[in-house]
């Protein structure tokens, strides 16, 4: 065999096995991106990122009261663990009228808290403070609270949950800001 021939079969195995190494790496890239692009499709429906999840009672929040409630996240992985456990406020105007608030501040997520002598939802993180009624007080938060659709049923109360409530396209979970302070009960 000519030194050339040895040099073009050399060649042709090394673009082989470069041929076959892009193939396996092509097919690793596949599977995530694929269920990424699934993910954006099966996202919002029902069993999916989004789904009723129930309270308990509506007994147990009193009228003209705003109370911590927590609930399972419908979206689980397998390492989630305690994770899963959600907490939101959950506030009765009157009879089946409801507020449920996401408990994150709508400024960087930081978890808000309820303080009924000032009537507030204070956040510890930067200071933002949001009204009774979810709507923004003070502070770095751009906009209000966010809220959880809610429906009363029998008795119970479920809210619609899954997705983590972010300014961003879910708007199901966007809570329109009051047109005026008079509308603050
Ligand atoms: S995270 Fe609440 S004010 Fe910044």
Wanted: proline share 9%.
């Amino acid at each position: 065999m000519m030194p050339n021939d040895t040099n073009l079969s050399r060649r042709g195995l090394f673009m082989k096995l470069g041929m076959l190494f892009n193939g396996v790496v092509a097919a690793a890239l596949a599977v995530p991106i694929g269920r990424f692009l699934l993910s954006s499709i099966t996202r919002g429906r029902a069993n999916g990122y989004l789904d009723w999840v129930s309270l308990g009672s509506v007994n147990q929040f009193p009228e003209g009261e705003t109370r911590l409630a927590t609930f399972r996240n419908p979206l689980v992985m397998p390492t989630d663990g305690k994770t899963v456990d959600t907490a939101c406020w959950v506030r009765r105007v009157e009879g089946d009228q409801f507020q449920v608030f996401a408990v994150n501040c709508a400024h960087l997520g930081c978890p808000v808290r309820w303080f009924p002598q000032s009537g507030l939802f204070m956040c510890p993180c930067h200071g933002g403070a949001y009204y009774r009624d979810g709507s923004r007080a003070s502070g770095p938060p751009e906009r209000g609270l966010f809220e959880y659709p809610y429906k009363v049923e029998n008795g119970l109360i479920t809210i619609q949950a899954g997705e983590m409530p972010t300014p961003g396209p879910n708007a199901s979970l966007n809570r329109k800001e009051p047109p005026c302070a008079c509308s603050r009960a």
